[in-house]
């Protein structure tokens, strides 16, 4: 078993100074780290995928880093569009998973009975993504290694189209290649974005493709064909993703916030199965116990 929490578009800016004047993405991760390390059952590790910080400056990475502390597993980073990679290497290059030569940030993390490839999507300069020939190759050969292996991608910008006109046109460019290919193994459980700020699930390549909500602003759902680009404050989330040998890859969006609850299953007498023992999830009398208890 193997449960990931991805973490995506942190948008990380300097302490005190808010993302596009209006976010502040710093008390947005804080409640995210506390949020995963509340959860009953731990992740085994922390992927953050992409738009780490707004502007990619040291300062951003060194908060970033700080903001990070709490969190007792290792915690895995790409960069994004709005992330340099030159500054990456220099505040997280020590934890030893990012490679400190050659231009890409990719990385496979083994050891987890499932396998990970992390994916550097960047164009510098650039707010789209891509697969280019090397980063192609890299892949391929890093898949032809482990051909058997249940393993999960992570890149930054989704190769998939999402029906949000204006992300799309920013997503990962020579994406049929990349298809080509995932296309006919077996072993892919699951390409798995951040960029485009929403829960999204696609049938592609012939595995699935997903995009985490961002754990700070999300992009206004708008499926008109046009290219105005808003955001709001939706309730900001994250992706818990729980690969079990039996079952494959199983995917949760943890909401991040104060909600009521928990409350006791306290099934209503009129309620079809109350007699049927296994079918309540929880039955009136041991309802009944948890409510006693929590008093
Ligand atoms: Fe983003
Ligand atoms: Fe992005």
Known sequence: ?????????????????????????EAMLRAAVASIAAQPRQPDLVMASGDLTDCGLVEEYELLRDI???????????????DRRENMRLV???DGYLPMNGEFLHYTIEGHPLRIIALDTVV?????????????????????????????????HPPFPTGLQHMDSINCRNAPAMAEILRGRTNIERVAC????????????????????????????DL??????????EPPGYHLHLWQPDAG???HTAFI????????????????????KDAAPVSHASAAATARKSR
């Open 1 to 25: 078993m193997t449960l990931i929490a991805q973490i995506t578009d942190l948008h990380i800016r300097p302490s005190g100074k808010k993302a596009y004047g209006v976010v502040d993405t």
């Open 68 to 82: 990070l502390k709490p969190l007792a597993m290792p915690v895995y980073l790409i960069p994004g569009n709005h």
């Open 92 to 94: 997280f290059g020590g």
């Open 124 to 156: 510098p300069g650039k707010g789209h993504g891509e697969m280019d020939a090397p980063r192609l190759a890299w892949l391929k050969a890093r898949l032809d290694e482990q051909p058997d292996r249940p393993t999960m991608i992570f890149m930054h």
């Open 194 to 221: 951040g960029h485009h700020h929403r829960a999204i699930q696609i049938r592609w390549a012939g595995t699935v493709g997903s995009v985490s909500p961002s754990v700070a602003h999300q992009v206004v759902l």
């Open 224 to 233: 008109l064909p046009h290219d105005d680009a808003t955001f709001n404050m």
């Open 249 to 251: 890859l199983i995917t």
């Open 257 to 276: 916030g104060h909600f009521a609850g928990p409350y006791p299953f306290l099934l209503d007498p009129d309620y079809p199965a109350f007699k049927d």
